[in-house]
């Protein structure tokens, strides 16, 4: 058993053992904070007040090993074992058939390091349900809804957007583009909003669109690059405009659903550029051009002269 | 006869209970009913010029109360913990874990449409303690707060498990100034929630207990000075280049010293933002004085701030604990009427989350004012005069010392723990104010607690010499 690193969880919250067997529980601390695995008698709030009256210890915790002197519902326990350190409980499991809580007696880790031990002849059985909290997915079904969080591989401080019949993306304000686009439900924010929260969501979707990373709008070549600089949103009809800016040009972007059996469409307008624009297409994506703002098609990108106004509109397909 | 002798004891044990009792019939504390299913984790608190109170909360909202009505703002926010009401109308300002977002209801219908990115520079690696917290803003526009550190198992000095590896500025107080430029301003803060700007407009943050951070502080912020946890100073270009070489020896020299300690866990384990008490007398006797509170216990404390030697020093009461008064204590705001507002939000480390309220009743506690420094001794005021007679008895004062020491173990010890005796006492006012004279060295807390003088905490005080006068 360890530590889930950096969310102050035990990574294993539910284990079985037959009555009376010899148990052999070892623990390794791969976390970054002191940890110990404290084995409570059965009981809603027996870890709670062995672990508050560790917490009592003050001064004295560290030589006790955080464990209360007077504490009777302490059944085993390892050391208080720095990061980096491990310990294995040798113990013969309860006779009797319960569920026997565990906890981290460390200051303020029991409110998200509890798991339980079940003593019973049937080794077979799933964890409780209050261990396997419901996740939180947030629901677009009757308004968009515009969340800002980590999304691994895209950004820590990506825009997740779901509309109420779909499609649903990601947006990454340090490349001005969306990132992800998928079908489906929305977004879990579990490991955003549960414990200590900020660990991040996760999309509720196999995404049909992925983008490079890169932005796909490049000015003066269609090679160029650019400082760009994400400056915010306007809600219109509570969906977002995205601003940026591209080498100090202003690039307006808006996602919604498209119609006529394509999936996602992205309207770009580009503020008074002094060179021409170009929009090199995601590799694998499939795009059609509304040509409202003039483009050519040329050799792998869409080429817009420079106008005081650039609208420019592609569609996502599936 | 062995009986009488076990009610003696027990009457001396009463005694000294209710001598440190947390009693305290001059304030009242109501627990604000919110609109049900909302998760009201507060984050950042502000008043509008007209009253409206406005909240951002944890998971990101924004939320105004106005005419007995809640109403959502905004949503959507990468967990906001400082919200600062701006000038123009339908104007508010929310720090977000990656920037300073400027919200505006362009169309008065209560809600926000435009989220604009006002000042942003910093660098945030995703993992949850990267926070970016407490907002204020100055008489001339510009903002200020504090980066947070972020977990780095490869980055450790020493065993401290904060650090930034890539993340630039974590660890730092900042400021934005009115046109949006990021201007990092000190290096060394771990967690530092809470910040406040003084009427004479000096700025003062609280950080939070670990690693090299030896207890709850409250911090004189001055730009360019060093304030404690090392890790900022990668990004400190005096430092940067010979940061690997240094040792804790060499960060402690060159470290400022907190104003005030919170010792831990007594004084609670996670300082809120601390709030002045700018209400002129309406909020009871404490007019200038420091109120803040503590995440993770039912705790409000006082300080009391004094400068000697042109350093910041003081001392920190305990002022409400227990009761009526929830845990989460984050966020606290005076209202026009004097009344303080806390806002909660404890998720992860304790139960708490929500708004409370903190009104005087009118009558004068009886406790000490405050303590201040003299060349030999403290000078204790109090709110009310205490019986002289009992005032004068040296016995009636139990003074302990210590030092903290500066470490990167997660929790420091106090070292060189003395019990001070004082040497003499001298009653002045008719009771009002005692001096007290005892020995005194520079670099320690002051702990004083009184017998038989009826103060409410025993009179608990804990006073942190950096200078004496």
Not at chain 2, 105 to 119: I, L, Q
Request: charged share 25%; net charge neutral; proline share 6%.
């Amino acid at each position: 058993m360890g530590v889930i690193a950096g969310l102050v969880r035990f990574d294993r919250e539910f284990f079985v053992v037959s009555p009376g067997s010899t148990v052999l529980l070892r623990f390794e601390n791969n976390d970054l904070m002191p940890h110990n695995v404290v084995i409570c008698r059965p009981g809603e709030e027996t870890c709670m007040k062995v672990a508050e009256g560790a917490w009592a210890l003050g001064d004295r915790a560290a030589a006790l090993e955080y464990i209360p002197p007077d504490a009777t519902d302490v059944l085993q326990h390892t050391r208080m074992l720095n990061p980096g350190e491990s310990e294995a409980l040798y113990f013969r499991a309860p006779e009797i058939e319960d569920d026997y809580p565990f906890t981290c007696t460390f200051p303020r880790h029991a409110y998200s390091m509890k798991g339980i031990m079940r003593v019973s002849v049937d080794l077979h059985q799933s964890a409780p349900e209050e261990l396997s909290a419901e996740p939180i997915v947030l629901d677009p079904a009757k308004k968009p809804i515009v969340y800002r969080t980590t999304i691994t591989g895209v950004s820590t401080s990506a825009i997740a957007v779901g509309m109420p019949k779909g499609p649903h993306y990601v947006f990454n304000p340090e490349q001005c583009t969306i990132a992800l686009a998928w079908q489906g439900d929305f977004l879990d924010v579990s490991k955003d909003q549960m414990g200590r929260g900020g660990a991040g969501s996760k999309i509720r979707g196999e995404p049909f669109f992925r983008d490079s990373g890169e932005s796909p709008l490049h000015l003066g070549a269609p090679s160029a690059k650019h400082a760009i600089q994400y400056r915010g949103y306007d809600l219109l009809d509570d969906m977002p405009v995205f601003h940026c800016e591209y080498d100090g040009v202003t690039v307006n972007l808006a996602a919604a659903p498209a119609t006529g059996g394509t999936k996602l469409k992205l309207s770009h307008e580009v503020i008074a550029p002094k060179r021409d624009v170009f929009y090199v297409p995601p590799s694998g994506m499939d795009t059609h051009v509304a040509n409202r703002g003039g483009g050519t098609r040329e050799r792998g990108y869409i080429r817009f002269k420079a106008a005081p106004r650039i609208r420019t509109s592609f569609e996502i397909r599936p | 006869m062995k009986y009488a002798r076990y009610l003696v004891l027990i009457s001396i044990a009463l005694t000294a209970l209710s001598d440190l009792a947390d009693a305290n019939g001059a304030y009242e504390v109501t627990t604000t009913q919110l609109p049900k299913g909302i998760e009201f984790e507060v984050g950042g608190m502000d008043f509008r010029k007209d009253g409206a109170l406005f909240i951002c909360t944890r998971i990101g909202d924004v939320w105004f109360y106005k005419d007995e009505t809640w109403k959502k703002f905004a949503g959507g926010l990468q967990e906001p913990l400082g919200l600062v009401v701006g000038e123009e109308p339908g104007e508010v300002f929310v720090l977000q874990r990656t920037e300073l977002t400027r919200l505006v209801d362009k169309n008065a219908d209560g809600r926000a449409e435009v989220f604009e990115t006002f000042g942003s520079g910093w660098d945030y690696e995703g993992t949850f303690h990267g926070y970016a917290m407490g907002l204020i803003r100055d008489p001339e526009g510009s903002f200020y707060g504090n980066l947070g550190l972020e977990i780095d198992a490869e980055n450790t000095h020493d065993g401290a498990w904060l650090g930034t590896r890539t993340a630039r500025w974590r660890g730092w107080h900042f400021k934005i100034t009115k046109d949006g430029t990021f201007v990092p301003l000190s290096p060394g803060t771990r967690t530092a929630n809470g910040i406040v700007r003084s009427p004479d407009g000096d700025i003062f943050i609280s950080d939070n207990q670990g690693s090299y951070i030896a207890s709850g502080w409250l911090m004189h912020a001055v730009p360019g000075e060093f304030l404690g946890h090392p890790a900022g100073l990668k990004w400190d270009n005096r430092y940067s280049s010979k940061l690997a070489s240094m040792t804790v020896d060499d960060f402690d020299k060159l470290r400022k010293r907190p104003a005030i300690y919170f010792p831990y866990p007594r004084m609670g384990r996670s300082a809120s933002e601390p709030v002045f008490d700018t209400t002129g007398g309406k909020f009871g006797p404490y007019a200038g004085q420091i109120f803040i509170g503590d995440v993770t216990q039912e705790l409000l404390m006082r300080c009391s701030l004094e400068n000697v030697k042109e350093t910041w020093q003081g001392a920190c009461y305990p002022f409400l604990r227990k009761g009526d008064l929830g845990a989460g204590n984050n966020r606290l705001r005076f209202d026009a009427k004097g009344q303080l507002f806390i806002g909660q939000a404890a998720r992860g480390w304790a139960k708490g989350s929500g708004l409370q309220v903190v009104r005087w009743l009118g009558k004068t506690p009886k406790t000490v004012l405050d303590v201040e420094i003299r060349r030999r001794g403290f000078m204790l005021s109090f709110t009310q005069a205490v019986d002289p007679a009992a005032a004068a008895l040296r016995a009636n004062y139990e003074v302990r010392s210590f030092r903290y020491e500066y470490t990167s173990k997660y929790y420091a010890d106090q070292l060189d723990v003395q019990t001070v005796k004082p040497n003499h006492v001298k009653v002045l006012d008719g009771g009002k104010r005692v001096l007290i004279g005892l020995p005194l060295e520079e670099d320690r807390v002051y702990r004083i607690r009184t017998k038989h003088l009826g103060l409410e905490f025993a009179g608990e005080s804990f006073y942190t010499v950096n200078k004496i006068p």
